[in-house]
């Protein structure tokens, strides 16, 4: 599978409706027909459904999105991944990555990345790419956003890591993995793919860097999209991702980025393990 097959805009923004009018049609029958308690308890179960579909960052309810890159079973590399930056710690998150010979991708707020913009450029220098988080990172708000805000946080994020960069992102991934209707219709417009994750160790709620790895270690899978983050006052981003990497190397997983399927495509199984620079300690 390229890379092509897996980086999927959203076609129909608005498909979300098919499901929403009738659903709610049938409320008010539901309601007309046999009073307000059944049709009050209808209603909150639809309600539910499409709540549901904001607050699991893995639905794909209002626009597609990749959480695991399909990678066979024997083929032991993951697809690293960086959130919130740039930061105070990108620099040497960027030393530590070409230590161990690794290839992410960061998912800049674009806010932080014009306060940062040699972060930025050092970040696409080196071979990394960089993806939109939004401009500002409304993380308590993101997820009920109405159709103008959500479109400029995302459009104008575009715009600036553009130019900051001198790549367009091609992919997205929404402020803390929830996603309302109104994400589609501009991701469709910028050629954008929400991005998910499926290993995640929760380092921005103050665990230790162990514990941090741990959970991610226990959900590594072939393909997997490891969830990391940088800055932040309870977030330990240089010894949590050092760790990371060398229980990575010690158990056999690599790294790559969904670019590079195609590069691979024909490679064996089984890719080189990391191997750091030996001036690394571990």
């Not at 980025?257 to 089984?270: C, K, S």
Request: glycine content about 8%; aromatic content about 8%; overall charge positive.
């Amino acid at each position: 599978m390229s890379v092509a097959d897996l980086h999927r805009p959203p076609k129909r923004p608005f498909a979300w409706l098919w499901a929403l009018i009738p659903t709610q049609l049938l409320v008010a029958a539901l309601w007309w027909r046999f009073g307000w308690q059944v049709g009050l308890s209808s209603l909150l179960v639809s309600h539910l459904t499409f709540l549901w579909g904001v607050l699991w960052p893995q639905s794909s309810l209002y626009s597609p999105v990749l959480t695991r890159l399909p990678l066979p079973a024997h083929d032991r590399r993951v697809w690293l991944t960086i959130d919130d930056g740039p930061s105070q710690q990108t620099l040497q998150i960027l030393d530590l990555l070409d230590a161990y010979h690794v290839k992410a991708t960061f998912f800049l707020v674009a806010q932080r990345a014009q306060t940062r913009p040699q972060e930025v450029r050092e970040i696409v220098r080196r071979g990394h790419s960089i993806g939109n988080h939004s401009t500002s990172h409304p993380q308590a708000w993101f997820w009920a956003l109405g159709p103008r805000r959500m479109h400029a946080e995302i459009a104008v994020a575009q715009s600036i890591l553009h130019d900051l960069g001198g790549v367009a992102p091609r992919w997205f991934r929404a402020v803390v993995g929830m996603a309302n209707p109104f994400v589609s219709a501009p991701l469709k417009a910028l050629g954008l793919a929400r991005v998910g994750w499926s290993a995640r160790g929760y380092d921005g709620v103050g665990a230790t860097s162990e514990r941090v790895v741990a959970r991610i270690e226990r959900s590594l899978m072939p393909g997997a999209i490891v969830l990391l983050h940088e800055g932040g006052a309870a977030t330990q981003s240089v010894e949590t991702i050092g760790l990371l990497l060398q229980r990575m190397r010690a158990t056999g997983w690599s790294t790559l980025l969904p670019e590079q399927l195609e590069q691979h495509h024909d490679a064996r199984a089984g890719a080189p393990c990391l191997s750091p620079d030996p001036r690394v300690n571990g």
